[in-house]
């Protein structure tokens, strides 16, 4: 028996978990098709990166592969299961998710169920909007298969006849602009009281032969070919990282292909043809019965005015009192604040960082970036200290998969207002995410933080479920200062006491905790290890935990995502139980909490326990140290998810996951208990 499960199939797994919820009648019907546009981003990123590595590795000839590749057995059979999934995707889509919303009055009007004054409409927007901006391209030696972008829609078309010039030119592609939006409302007097839809797919398909006067179209088919969208920049190649990632920004479009989709219909010969010009095998084209790029569908989620097929909204609570706002310094010296979103707003942070611009007492603001929006309220307060004057510096992670360009953008405008920027160390991603601030009080400098579980980002704040601590714990404070200046001086980094940092101290510190409460156990005293995190990945981190196990250590697992760990089998992991939480909310916390002889230690982190955080990342796991606080992470963050019994999935020691069911009619959610915790009358809206 193999004592790890492996990576890509256990994430493929989680992305099973969340198609379960598309297919969940308990749910908001918009909120069904929401997950399953969140099926397909997830396979599509699934494809760009971990497909397209094991991809890569084949054609190496690469036998330090982490799949076991037997002549790329490994491969196929991931390929196969991605095959069953968009199958059932799909089935859900046409048989299940569509009639439901037809019934609710929001359909996708099929060129076949449109009427006469619908199909002119269409027309008429098909030569005004879209046949203006295609530029057919008819292959022939002049005219070579074009670039075809990364996820783009595309059709190929078969002609028949001869072109102007007399030739026969057989197959042509259409590229469908990236400016017209995918999904198009009809206008109201056209859609008979409801919410009515054309894709642009259809839109192109229902007129595809006027693209083609004069010739025969024999068969077409819509296509979109994923490709390895991970940058290959060499750190110690380069003199100046943002420029060289700059340059390769423009080539992710156009790397090599991964995977191909194609219409249910296309002919057999057009979908060969296009495999050998992508250069593709033939299990790697998927047949959709249905447009090519579901995700899009999210657009229409959006634009459906249906508060009764959302999930009802809710008011996030305001930590720090009615003081904060205005002197959030002060509260803090009072003691420490606990955030735990999106049940806190992530104003109160934003209004840590405004307040600190504005404030004439604050010399120098500090802080890491590894995801943000293109919109920050927080990064504009950044800026603005720094035209006021105040040091401010900002490690900028660039290489934050998919977000990069928006980083870059950050980067060019805090520079233009003085700000110091780095982009962290040569080789690491810069995952941690902390901030400091300096200011003068008296003939002394005082110090304030705030670290986190989560992105700086004030969006997926509102999405995912993250701890944040603000405090001026002055310890705690200067250790912060510490690493903050090993990021941008390169510095050897000293001892610290409170923080756990990757990738100097944090593995070995995860492996002595684990080790103590082992020794516990040992010594006949009650002894458990509570952690949540999305992913758990690490083989000697799995191995303490086995020999923790069995040594009589009770061990509780959350992990949203993929894990190797196996539970429950006898000798090696009996005492090991792992539940998976797919829920409204994406749950990213990452709580590592070791009951150390009653003690209760409880660390909250940036880091998965995962190789690529603990050895390639910089990134900070800090104590919290307020009994109250502490009490109030195990009972928030721990012991709901523990109990939940509606969105919990457990791991079996075979690899599977089996939904739990309520017993009795007790059904628990724990994301809806921590949304009916929040009191009335404060934040935002959601």
Aim: hydrophobic share 45%; with cysteine; glycine share 6%.
């Amino acid at each position: 028996m193999d004592l790890f499960f492996n990576r890509e199939a256990s994430q493929l797994l989680f992305n099973r978990r969340v198609l379960a919820q598309a297919a969940d009648p308990s749910l908001p019907l918009l909120e069904r098709l929401r997950f399953l546009c969140i099926f397909s981003s997830n396979l599509d990123e699934f494809f760009e990166i971990r497909v397209s590595n094991l991809a890569e590795q084949l054609r190496r000839h690469d036998t330090r592969a982490p799949v076991r590749l037997v002549e790329g057995e490994g491969y196929r059979a991931l390929l196969a299961t991605c095959q069953d999934l968009v199958a059932a995707q799909y089935a859900l889509y046409n048989e299940v998710l569509l009639p439901a919303l037809a019934a609710e009055g929001i359909s996708l009007v099929h060129h076949s169920d449109r009427s006469p004054e619908q199909r002119a409409w269409v027309r008429d927007y098909f030569f005004r909007e879209v046949k203006p901006l295609l530029t057919p391209i008819g292959l022939d030696p002049s005219h070579p298969f074009p670039q075809i972008a990364n996820k783009s829609l595309n059709f190929a078309v078969e002609l028949g006849g001869t072109d102007a010039f007399g030739r026969v030119t057989v197959v042509s592609i259409v590229r469908a602009p990236r400016v017209l939006p995918r999904i198009i409302a009809l206008p109201p007097e056209l859609s008979r009281g409801r919410h009515a839809f054309v894709l642009l797919s259809s839109v192109i398909r229902s007129h595809i032969s006027d693209i083609f006067g004069g010739r025969e179209v024999v068969g077409y088919s819509q296509f979109r070919v994923t490709r390895d969208s991970d940058l290959a920049v060499d750190e110690n190649e380069v003199r100046n990282l943002r420029h060289a990632l700059s340059g390769e920004l423009s080539q992710r479009q156009f790397g090599h292909a991964v995977r191909l989709e194609v219409g249910a219909q296309c002919p057999e010969h057009l979908a060969e043809f296009l495999l050998r010009e992508f250069g593709l095998p033939a299990d790697t084209l998927f047949r959709v019965d249905g447009p090519v790029n579901l995700v899009r569908l999210r657009e229409m989620v959006d634009r459906v005015d249906r508060p009764d097929l959302r999930y009802p909204g809710f008011v996030a609570r305001r930590q720090g009192g009615a003081a904060w706002p205005t002197d959030p310094f002060a509260v803090l010296g009072r003691g420490d604040v606990l955030l735990h979103h999106p049940f806190d707003s992530f104003q109160t942070v934003i209004d840590f960082i405004a307040c600190a611009a504005a404030d004439p007492a604050v010399v120098a603001i500090k802080q890491t970036i590894y995801r943000t929006s293109n919109d920050s309220a927080l990064m504009e307060a950044l800026i603005l200290a720094a035209q006021r004057g105040k040091e401010v510096t900002v490690v900028v992670e660039l290489k934050a998969r998919f977000d990069e360009e928006a980083n870059i953008n950050w980067a060019e405008r805090l520079e233009a207002v003085g700000a110091q920027v780095v982009y962290g160390v040569v080789g690491l991603k810069t995952h941690a995410k902390m901030a400091l601030v300096v200011r003068r009080e008296g003939a002394a400098l005082a110090y304030y933080a705030h670290l986190g579980t989560g992105n700086y980002h004030p969006v997926t704040t509102r999405l995912y479920t993250d701890f944040g601590l603000l405090t001026a714990n002055a310890e705690l404070c200067l250790e912060v200062s510490e690493l903050f200046l090993h990021l941008t001086s390169m510095v050897k980094l000293k001892p610290l006491r409170l923080l756990w940092v990757a990738p100097f101290t944090l593995h070995k510190r995860v492996l002595a905790a684990i080790a103590r409460e082992a020794q516990v156990a040992k010594d006949g005293k009650p002894a458990r290890i509570i952690a949540k995190m999305n992913a758990l990945l690490d083989e000697s981190v799995i191995k303490a935990l086995y020999a923790a196990a069995q040594a009589g250590v009770v061990v509780d697992l959350i992990v949203r995502g993929a894990c190797a760990l196996r539970p429950g089998v006898p000798g090696l992991s009996e005492n090991i139980r792992v539940r998976s939480i797919v829920g409204r909310f994406l749950e990213h916390s990452r709580i590592y909490c070791f009951r150390n002889d009653g003690e209760q230690d409880v660390w909250l982190a940036s880091a998965d326990w995962m190789g690529r955080n603990l050895f390639g990342r910089i990134e900070a796991a800090f104590p919290v140290l307020d009994r109250k606080l502490k009490k109030r992470v195990i009972d928030e963050g721990l012991k709901p998810y523990l109990a939940d019994n509606t969105n919990a999935w457990a791991l079996t020691a075979d690899g599977d996951y089996k939904r739990l069911k309520s017993s009795r009619g007790k059904r628990f959610c724990a994301q809806e208990a921590l949304l009916a915790a929040i009191p009335e009358g404060s934040a935002e809206k959601r």
